[in-house]
């Protein structure tokens, strides 16, 4: 079984910035891809960003290009959204997902709010 933790959600003004984590635990696993989604209220949840643990690849979604930046830690297990520029249409609550051969597994979500 496969533990995430999610942190660095919060309230922030436009123009801001905000860097969310999620960190994997449990035992020995393998991490083929990490990423981060988000649902905003009424809406579907939609993919931000993706991340390839092993060759860092990425790949974001045109409406946080050039915005929003993901990496990941190998030794910790751990994937971040750098977030900047953030725009009120970028409140949502934020997941993280993992997969681990052809289990996903889902973070408890972070809520990130940008309003004045």
């Known amino acids: 079984q496969v533990q995430l933790v999610e942190s660095g959600g919060g309230l922030v003004q436009p123009g801001g910035s905000l860097r969310l984590s999620c960190a994997a635990s449990g035992s020995s696993f393998s991490i083929y891809r990490m990423g981060w989604y988000r649902q905003a209220p009424g809406k579907q949840r939609e993919l931000v960003a993706l991340?390839?643990?092993?060759?860092?690849?990425?790949n974001y979604a045109d409406s946080v290009k050039g915005r929003f930046t993901i990496s990941r830690d190998i030794a910790k297990n751990t994937v971040y959204l750098q977030m900047n520029s953030l725009q009120p249409e970028d409140t949502a609550v934020y997941y993280c997902n993992i997969e681990v051969g052809a289990v996903g597994y889902w973070g408890q979500g972070t809520q990130v709010t940008v309003s004045l």
């Open positions: 991340i390839s643990f092993s060759s860092s690849r990425t």
